[in-house]
């Protein structure tokens, strides 16, 4: 058996991207026949990955490029017919067996006044989207978590027989933070993400800020955004804060002792399992998908809405902690193993 992933742009770009490449990578690993075909190669694949470019399209508007991709495979699909193939997509393509959704479903827009929908982009979006997960050909649906899934539900409950448990993605083994001791009155929190508007850094410069007045010493580190967009925030604050702009996240892991993740919207979310993989605690909000990964003893999920002081409440109990957390362990060869359970359920025609 063969296996096909399409992924439009095959390399670390995002974090649908970077989910991709490492299912490909860890399922090129256990010796399975690995393809891709993708628009840009922007890695050197393993020996054992075989990588057809269909060539650079256009970017944007995105549902044009989306759609223009989407043509683009089925052209060479059909010239090159794929027998005894797994076809596993990640984009919203037509030719597929199984696809991996990775975001909240476009079809979300339907709760939008009537005068948001009407627009060429809209009717492309939902049609691509329902095709992905309606066509005749289709399979198997894999969410890639929980609240993902119960949105695919929401918005498509026909698909209902195609979903498979959540494959969330998985983490590589980080260095550890070593065990000490948090100062009484200290304490360092990180916030990381680049999309930091979503992810909620104005929430955590507002939690951290209150929860100063009783840990004076108590730093917020900021990784992602450039410090000039967000360094605003801090306009009232005396010190007690680094903007670290876009960096390599596992360095500065294991020198915090708490992230903090109060996204308004987070289909995963996976710098919360990476804080766990190298046993830092996590305070998150409801809507991220990976709170569900957060065992006990790991971290504090709190809903979305909750007022202020419960975050800060949260963010103390955890710095005052007297245990290491539990290690949180789910690396991508588990993951590719997941799809491989999975490929053994679909009928090849």
Known sequence: MKILHIVRQYGPVGGMERYALEVIKAQAELGANVHVLC???????????????????????RWL???????KVTAWIKDRPQPNTIIHSHETTGVHHISTFHGPPFARIRQSG?????????????????????????QKISPNSELIAGELLDAYPEVEQRLTHPVVPGVEPGVLRPDRDIPSKGGI???????WKR??????????????????????WVLGPEPETVSHLFKQWQGGYRLLGLTDSREFLPQMDLLLHPARREPFGMVVTEALATQVPALVSSQCGAAK???????????????????????????????????????????????????ASITLK
């Not at 929190?189 to 999309?195: A, H, Q």
């Not at 992810?199 to 007045?213: F, P, S, T």
Request: charged letters at 25%; proline letters at 5%.
């Open 39 to 61: 628009e840009q190669c922007h890695v050197q694949p393993p020996e054992n990955v075989q990588v057809h470019r269909l060539g650079q399209g256009m970017r944007k508007p």
């Open 65 to 71: 490029s989306a759609l223009l991709f989407s043509r």
């Open 114 to 138: 009537w005068w948001k929908r009407i627009s060429l982009r809209v009717y492309v979006n939902l049609w691509l989207e329902k095709r992905e997960l309606c066509g005749p050909q289709v």
């Open 189 to 195: 929190i990180g916030f990381i993400g680049k999309e």
């Open 199 to 220: 992810k909620g850094l104005d929430r955590a410069v507002a939690i951290v800020e209150q929860l100063r007045e009783q840990r004076p010493d108590c730093e917020l």
């Open 293 to 343: 990964e957060i065992a006990a003893f790991q971290g504090i999920v709190l809903d979305e809405n909750a007022v202020i002081t419960d975050w800060v409440k949260a963010c103390d109990t955890l710095l005052n902690r007297t245990f290491t957390p539990p290690l949180y362990q789910h690396s991508w060869q588990d993951v590719a193993r997941e799809y491989l359970d999975i490929y």
